[in-house]
């Protein structure tokens, strides 16, 4: 089977939409509550449409169907979908803070077989190549083992707020470059 990564594109949206809803409900169930998952879709999770403006977001196709999604940012945002309250959107200077690594979802199905992997080398390939040293991202629960494979180190647990005095748990993640 082939796999082919490339460059997200606006037109996506409504797939990625899709996806990253079908693998927030399915394969973060064993690590956050129903509740919290319906919360965070759309804020904490979701599509950032400025990292896809931003030719930093990369989906994963095989046989015509998107089955992963991830990507990096210059920007400020940790995490969070174009919803999210707070955003920060300046630029990030490569030369004494980390790239973000943002929003990496699996389809259901789709799950161990080296697609966020393989999202994660070109995002670090690219941010490298745009001068970053260091990268750093908000892992959900679910996430932690992916990261942790690739020589991520938590630096810290957050709660993200969300409506209904609802909270999940994020844990900010770092690791410099090779």
């Known amino acids: 089977m082939s796999f082919i990564l490339r460059t997200a594109e606006l037109a996506d949206i409504p797939i990625l939409k899709d996806l990253i809803a079908e693998s927030v409900m399915i394969l973060q169930a064993d690590d956050y509550s129903e509740a919290q998952r ?7 999770f979701g599509v950032d449409t400025q990292l896809i403006i931003d ?3 990369f989906v994963i196709e095989t046989a015509g169907e998107t089955v992963a999604c991830g990507g990096w940012s210059f920007r400020k945002t940790l995490y969070g979908a174009d919803a999210l309250a707070g ?8 030369a004494v803070d980390a790239a973000r690594i943002r929003a990496f979802f699996v389809k259901p199905g789709w799950t161990r077989r ?3 992997g393989q999202i994660l080398k070109a995002c670090e390939a690219a941010a490298t ?6 990268f750093e ?12 494979a690739y020589g991520y180190e938590p630096i810290e647990t ?7 005095g609802l909270s999940l748990a994020i844990v900010r993640m770092g690791k410099n470059g090779g």
């Open 38 to 44: 319906r919360a965070a879709l759309g804020t904490v």
């Open 55 to 57: 030719q930093t977001y």
């Open 87 to 94: 955003r920060e959107d300046n630029r990030l200077d490569p």
């Open 114 to 116: 080296g697609l966020g």
């Open 129 to 134: 190549a745009a001068g970053f040293w260091r």
């Open 137 to 148: 991202l908000g892992a959900t629960l679910t996430g932690i083992p992916l990261y942790r």
């Open 158 to 164: 957050t709660e993200a707020q969300m409506a209904g």
